[in-house]
């Protein structure tokens, strides 16, 4: 906003201007006790005008005792307006004011009226009960009349606004004594203290019964006019002082994450805006733990950013804890939350919420900086930080990463302690690319291998046969029936290819489709059923919640999409290429809603993904033929996944094809994405490559 907006005809004319410099000294100082005497001043004329008074200031301001006294006593003295007019009156005042600045002349001339007006208020309230003593005192002729009620309300007005403007050019004076490039013309400072203390001769006047009634009006209003240009200008300074303030601590920010700390205890008190002693809080237990912020000098501190709302963003939170989990008992390390931006008093109860059960220790909720500006500006444009979980790694003053959720996403506790390249971690573990490497953070179940020697198979499912939507399916009790069972015959068929004299030790589960578990339950409940019928102590289902289930879907997107980046580059190994067909065609039976089965063995990356109406008819065929399937199992030296794999290709080249044009399709998001020599997952003959243009994520749309 401009000033010039604001008129500025209450400034002194030339004459006026002139006669008021004439009383100013140049050797004038300003007072240290200033900001203290306004406070006196603002608590005095608070709880004179009913307002809620502050806290009592103790400062006493011997010094200038003297001067407030006698500029009190004048005020007194010249309410009756036989000493000359307005002007002159205010023009003496300043003479005798002559050797303090222009602002310092303001908070004492208040200050003087404050202690007038304070003990005119008393004796009004006097009055309420006991007139004649009232009017005796303070020669109230005007107290009791039919309009002082409204004059009263005026002059309340009046005082505050003055107030006010004495309070806005203290701060102003200052931001422009500590910044160069604020200015703030002299001849407003002039004007100002002229038609403040003309001001509070008229408010004297006013209250002691004079008719200044004409005089009063018009000095409201230029008062309001004074005053809204002071707010203006004040708001203008205050907004270039905050720019300032930011544009250092940004480049702070930047020096101190520019170079290489000795430990981690210059960003530490940097981000937490704090000393070294301040006190850390963990509550995720019943008992609290506290440590000190010294304690986090050395070894690996995660620093998670978020919003005050983490828990909004449940799978992040989840990814975290679950990495907690995994780590914290051979890995020394804490994690300190940082909520981003918020400070007020309305937060308190979310921020106390917030904090129950969780791994990572915070701050006192009072010792949260006011707004964390500068650290929210730097973290979105040089983190790329937007509200969501973001955890940031320290080891001994050094930033490893900046976000690691995708590294611990992806590579969970294998990602500890963070200094190993992601090249490097895709090549230390390219063996691990199976199914365990998949299911990671699902359920331990189906990641943890067993102390014996046993091969262990982990089977999951997921999507659905039904074509109509999730609501549709929900609504048609008999087609969620229908899904429900035949998932259940699925399992059931799989269990008792699997069990016998070969006894494979299986677990399965049901991952839902996409993001929505709505038949795990009943699944689940059914299932476990013909397990216990089958009685094989090696047989389980695994019940996944929710939450997991959306961890497993953007756990195998992540997958997908960092694969496909590797590809571009021509870094991608065996084992990589069959982890992104497997990943990339499971998203592929998501978008389309179709059912699918995934199995492998745990401690290979040999894997099986399949559609599961196939996996069916395979598992028909094989419960059809138990005895050579059983026979096949025990006298072959290859292990489960290979027989399997063996009896559906073969299944697949002797049942006749499904009624459709492809047996698979895979849409690859994103430009130049190689996907030469990928094969199908149900043939495995190479796939054709073909161009779709598509306006919208339509599930009907064909590939022409």
Same mark, same amino acid.
């Given at each position: 906003?401009?000033?010039?907006?604001?008129?500025?005809?209450?400034?002194?004319?030339?004459? +006026?201007?002139?006669?008021?410099?004439?009383?100013?000294?140049?050797?004038?100082?300003?007072?240290?006790?200033? !900001?203290?005497?306004?406070?006196?001043?603002?608590?005095?004329?608070?709880?004179?005008? %009913?307002?809620?008074?502050?806290?009592?200031?103790?400062?006493?301001?011997?010094?200038?005792?003297?001067?407030?006294?006698?500029?009190?006593?004048?005020?007194?003295?010249?309410?009756?307006?036989?000493?000359?007019?307005?002007?002159?009156?205010?023009?003496?005042?300043?003479?005798?004011?002559?050797?303090?600045?222009?602002?310092?002349?303001?908070?004492?001339?208040?200050?003087?009226?404050?202690?007038? /007006?304070?003990?005119?208020?008393?004796?009004?309230?006097?009055?309420?009960?006991?007139?004649?003593?009232?009017?005796?005192?303070?020669?109230?002729?005007?107290?009791?009349?039919?309009?002082?009620?409204?004059?009263?309300?005026?002059?309340?007005?009046?005082?505050?606004?003055?107030?006010?403007?004495?309070?806005?050019?203290?701060?102003?004076?200052?931001?422009?004594?500590?910044?160069?490039?604020?200015?703030?013309?002299?001849?407003?400072?002039?004007?100002?203290? /002229?038609?403040?203390? *003309?001001?509070?001769?008229?408010?004297?006047?006013?209250?002691?019964?004079?008719?200044?009634?004409?005089?009063?009006?018009?000095?409201?209003?230029?008062?309001?006019?004074?005053?809204? *240009?002071?707010?203006?200008?004040?708001?203008?300074?205050?907004?270039?002082?905050?720019?300032?303030?930011?544009?250092?601590?940004?480049?702070?920010?930047?020096?101190?994450?520019?170079?290489?700390?000795?430990?981690?205890?210059?960003?530490?008190?940097?981000?937490?805006?704090?000393?070294?002693?301040?006190?850390?809080?963990?509550?995720?237990?019943?008992?609290?733990?506290?440590?000190?912020?010294? !304690?986090?000098?050395?070894?690996?501190?995660?620093?998670?950013?978020?919003?005050?709302?983490?828990?909004?963003?449940?799978?992040?939170?989840?990814?975290? $804890?679950?990495? #907690?989990?995994?780590?914290?008992?051979?890995?020394?390390?804490?994690?300190?939350?940082?909520?981003?931006?918020?400070?007020?008093?309305?937060?308190?109860?979310?921020?106390?919420?917030? &904090?129950?059960? $969780?791994?990572? *220790?915070?701050?006192?909720?009072?010792?949260?900086?006011?707004?964390?500006?500068?650290?929210?500006? #730097?973290?979105?444009?040089?983190?790329?930080?937007?509200?969501?979980?973001?955890?940031?790694?320290? %080891?001994?003053?050094?930033?490893?990463?900046?976000?690691?959720?995708?590294?611990?996403?992806?590579?969970?506790?294998?990602?500890?302690?963070?200094?190993?390249?992601?090249? !490097?971690?895709?090549?230390?573990?390219?063996?691990?690319?199976?199914?365990?490497?998949?299911?990671?953070? &699902?359920?331990? !179940?189906?990641?943890?291998?067993?102390?014996?020697?046993?091969?262990?198979?982990?089977?999951?499912?997921?999507?659905?046969?039904?074509?109509?939507?999730?609501?549709?399916?929900?609504?048609?009790?008999?087609?969620?029936?229908?899904?429900?069972?035949?998932?259940?015959?699925?399992?059931?068929?799989?269990?008792?290819?699997?069990?016998?004299?070969?006894?494979?030790?299986?677990?399965?589960?049901? +991952?839902?489709?996409?993001?929505?578990?709505?038949?795990?339950?009943?699944?689940?409940?059914?299932?476990?059923?013909?397990?216990?019928?089958?009685? *094989?102590?090696?047989?389980?289902?695994?019940?996944?919640?929710?939450?997991?289930?959306?961890?497993?879907?953007?756990?195998?997107?992540?997958?997908?999409?960092?694969?496909?980046?590797?590809?571009?580059?021509?870094?991608?190994?065996?084992?990589?290429?069959?982890?992104?067909?497997?990943?990339?065609?499971?998203?592929?039976?998501?978008?389309?809603?179709?059912?699918?089965?995934?199995?492998?063995?745990?401690?290979?990356?040999?894997?099986?993904?399949?559609?599961?109406?196939?996996?069916?008819?395979?598992? &028909?065929?094989?419960?059809?033929?138990?005895?050579?399937?059983?026979?096949?199992?025990?006298?072959?030296?290859?292990? /489960?996944?290979?027989?399997?794999?063996?009896?559906?290709?073969?299944?697949?080249?002797?049942?006749?094809?499904?009624?459709?044009?492809?047996?698979?399709?895979?849409?690859?998001?994103?430009?130049?994405?190689?996907?030469?020599?990928?094969?199908?997952?149900?043939?495995?003959?190479?796939?054709?490559?073909?161009?779709?243009?598509?306006?919208?994520?339509?599930?009907?749309?064909?590939?022409?």
């Amino acid at each position: 906003m401009d000033t010039r907006a604001v008129n500025n005809e209450w400034r002194c004319d030339g004459r +006026l201007l002139r006669e008021t410099e004439k009383t100013h000294s140049f050797s004038a100082k300003p007072i240290p006790a200033a !900001d203290a005497l306004m406070k006196i001043v603002e608590n005095t004329l608070n709880l004179a005008t %009913h307002d809620e008074p502050n806290e009592k200031e103790s400062t006493e301001l011997e010094e200038l005792g003297p001067i407030i006294h006698k500029i009190s006593c004048e005020l007194s003295s010249n309410c009756s307006g036989s000493q000359g007019s307005l002007e002159q009156r205010t023009l003496k005042l300043l003479i005798l004011l002559e050797r303090y600045n222009w602002e310092a002349k303001i908070a004492i001339v208040l200050a003087g009226f404050a202690t007038n /007006f304070a003990e005119f208020f008393l004796i009004k309230e006097v009055y309420n009960t006991d007139k004649k003593t009232a009017i005796g005192l303070l020669k109230l002729k005007r107290l009791g009349q039919k309009d002082t009620g409204d004059i009263w309300e005026t002059v309340n007005v009046l005082v505050r606004k003055v107030t006010d403007i004495g309070k806005s050019i203290l701060v102003l004076k200052k931001i422009q004594d500590n910044l160069p490039t604020v200015s703030v013309d002299i001849i407003d400072f002039q004007s100002a203290s /002229f038609w403040v203390i *003309y001001s509070v001769l008229i408010i004297s006047s006013a209250i002691s019964g004079d008719r200044v009634t004409t005089e009063l009006v018009s000095t409201v209003k230029r008062i309001e006019i004074i005053y809204s *240009y002071f707010s203006l200008r004040l708001k203008q300074c205050q907004d270039l002082e905050q720019e300032e303030k930011i544009k250092e601590k940004y480049g702070e920010f930047t020096r101190i994450f520019g170079a290489r700390q000795a430990d981690n205890m210059e960003i530490l008190k940097l981000l937490l805006c704090c000393g070294e002693e301040e006190e850390l809080i963990c509550n995720s237990t019943e008992q609290e733990k506290k440590i000190k912020l010294s !304690d986090l000098k050395k070894g690996t501190i995660i620093v998670l950013f978020s919003s005050l709302h983490i828990d909004a963003y449940s799978e992040e939170v989840s990814i975290i $804890k679950a990495f #907690y989990n995994k780590t914290i008992t051979t890995s020394q390390y804490r994690i300190v939350w940082l909520p981003i931006g918020y400070k007020r008093e309305e937060h308190r109860t979310t921020y106390a919420k917030v &904090v129950v059960g $969780k791994p990572w *220790y915070h701050l006192k909720f009072e010792s949260l900086a006011e707004q964390y500006v500068v650290l929210e500006k #730097y973290s979105r444009k040089e983190w790329g930080f937007n509200e969501k979980p973001m955890p940031m790694v320290l %080891h001994d003053g050094q930033v490893i990463h900046n976000d690691a959720l995708s590294l611990i996403h992806m590579w969970g506790h294998r990602a500890f302690p963070f200094r190993t390249y992601e090249e !490097d971690l895709w090549r230390e573990y390219g063996n691990s690319m199976g199914i365990q490497f998949i299911l990671d953070y &699902v359920h331990d !179940d189906f990641t943890i291998l067993g102390n014996d020697q046993t091969p262990q198979y982990v089977c999951v499912f997921g999507g659905r046969r039904a074509k109509e939507s999730s609501d549709a399916v929900k609504e048609n009790g008999s087609n969620l029936q229908k899904e429900i069972e035949w998932f259940a015959d699925l399992a059931g068929k799989l269990i008792l290819a699997a069990t016998g004299d070969a006894k494979i030790n299986l677990k399965m589960g049901y +991952l839902g489709d996409k993001e929505e578990a709505y038949l795990e339950k009943n699944i689940r409940t059914k299932v476990t059923e013909n397990i216990k019928l089958s009685k *094989y102590q090696g047989m389980k289902y695994v019940q996944i919640d929710q939450v997991r289930t959306k961890l497993f879907w953007s756990r195998v997107k992540s997958i997908a999409l960092q694969l496909n980046v590797l590809k571009e580059t021509k870094k991608l190994n065996e084992n990589m290429e069959a982890l992104l067909e497997n990943t990339s065609s499971i998203l592929q039976y998501s978008l389309e809603s179709t059912a699918w089965v995934a199995i492998g063995r745990l401690d290979t990356n040999d894997m099986i993904f399949y559609d599961a109406e196939q996996f069916f008819k395979c598992l &028909v065929h094989i419960n059809k033929n138990i005895a050579t399937w059983q026979a096949e199992l025990k006298s072959d030296g290859t292990d /489960f996944i290979n027989i399997l794999r063996r009896w559906l290709h073969n299944g697949f080249q002797c049942e006749a094809r499904p009624p459709k044009k492809h047996c698979f399709k895979h849409i690859v998001y994103g430009d130049a994405i190689q996907t030469i020599g990928m094969k199908c997952v149900i043939c495995y003959k190479p796939m054709k490559k073909v161009v779709l243009y598509q306006c919208c994520d339509d599930d009907q749309t064909e590939i022409a």
